[in-house]
């Protein structure tokens, strides 16, 4: 009985020895598998951080650029590749490596020492002329030790153009008041120093002071209208206009030019009507009938035509037979204060606003302007009007 007993007190034992090991086992298996799980979760919750900074990096309209301690590239987002135009993998590269820039490595070194540098402007000659402002700092721990550096990179191309333009404006219209007025100066103390006493010599004096107050009110008057077209004030007066007797008006205003030049003046146009405004579109033909006159060869001809397109709209030109544009400055001439040739604007006049002036008219009146040219065979100009 007792031995019975102790077979059945030990069966149990074994039993429950094996329940006990099984149960520790499926707890020893779910708790690994929680660690499994929480592992997995971490990791994608790292993966997903890493995404969502990644994202982040890449939506910034800055260039970003981390370098590790070892001044290797650790991160650099979408922008700071298209500033500089790199397609490839940049990880764990040098800054010299990356992009053969002595001038960068040399900020990164800069940053080192000082700590961190701000408005630093960078020249890219080999991506035309493109200028960045950088702002670099050192990352550091708590204990400040050095992690890496940071560098941001701001796209300045277009501010230093915006620059280049006012300074162009500067000079431009420095020079147009110069002249003028110092002529008015001149001729009005000459005046004043006996000259008027002389009828013939004050008429003279008195005629060259009113052509150079009519250069200046002419500049004025440009700049006024450049200002109030780009600013959205200039509202337009749409009407039936009549092209042809437009063009005729343009020709009689400027005949005693054109005859200076000995330039015959032929308007080809057929009867057209546009829905413009009659006063804007004498200013537009004004400004491209002068430009053709004052560019063009002497004894040469200067031709408006045009015709009705298919989709109603009409396409007016103002061809002349100089020496033409040069390929590269055909889509910069309509730029405000644009000159092909400089110092023969200046000897012509003029402030460099006139085809700038056309081009916002024309689009104001939701058509379009360009030209086509070939050196030493003349330039058209072309633009679009809607039919009336």
Do not use: C
Not at 93 to 101: F, G, N
Not at 196 to 215: C, S, T
Request: no cysteine; net charge neutral; glycine share 8%.
């Amino acid at each position: 009985m007792w031995f019975a007993f102790i077979l059945i007190l030990l069966a149990a034992l074994v039993g429950l020895h094996f329940w006990w090991r099984a149960k520790f086992r499926a707890q020893q298996e779910q708790r690994m598998a929680e660690i499994e799980a929480s592992r997995q979760r971490q990791q994608q919750t790292s993966v997903d951080a890493q995404a969502q900074q990644k994202i982040l990096f890449d939506s910034m309209l800055e260039g970003l650029l981390l370098l590790d301690r070892s001044k290797k590239i650790h991160l650099a987002n979408r922008a700071f590749k298209n500033l500089f135009g790199i397609k490839t993998e940049l990880r764990g590269k040098t800054i010299m490596e990356a992009l053969r820039l002595h001038e960068l490595a040399e900020l990164v070194g800069r940053v080192e020492t000082e700590g961190q540098v701000f408005d630093y402007e960078l020249k890219l000659p080999e991506l035309s002329g493109r200028w960045l402002r950088v702002n670099a700092a050192v990352i550091s721990n708590s204990a400040g030790e050095r992690e890496g550096t940071i560098l941001v990179f701001h796209d300045l191309t277009r501010l230093k153009q915006l620059e280049r333009t006012r300074e162009d404006f500067v000079a431009n219209v420095s020079h147009e008041l110069r002249t003028p007025l110092s002529l008015i100066k001149g001729y009005v103390e000459t005046l004043l120093d006996g000259a008027r006493n002389d009828p013939e010599v004050a008429e003279r004096f008195l005629k060259i002071i009113e052509r150079n107050a009519g250069r200046l009110d002419l500049l004025i008057q440009d700049l006024l209208t450049i200002s109030a077209l780009e600013s959205g004030r200039m509202q337009l007066n749409l009407q039936p206009a009549e092209l042809k007797p437009l063009v005729e008006k343009v020709f009689a205003d400027l005949h005693s030019k054109a005859e200076n030049k000995n330039v015959r003046l032929v308007n080809d146009l057929p009867e057209l009507t546009a829905s413009a405004d009659a006063s804007r579109l004498d200013q537009v033909l004004a400004n491209l009938v002068d430009n053709a006159i004052k560019y063009g060869r002497a004894q040469g001809v200067v031709r408006v035509g045009g015709k009705k397109l298919d989709d109603g709209k009409l396409e007016i030109f103002v061809q002349d037979d100089g020496p033409g544009i040069p390929p590269e400055s055909l889509d910069r001439v309509f730029e405000r204060f644009y000159r092909v040739d400089k110092a023969r604007s200046r000897d012509q006049g003029g402030t460099g606003l006139g085809l700038s002036i056309v081009k916002h008219i024309i689009h104001s009146h939701g058509g379009e302007v360009w030209a086509k040219s070939e050196l030493g065979k003349g330039a058209t100009f072309f633009f679009t009007l809607p039919g009336a």
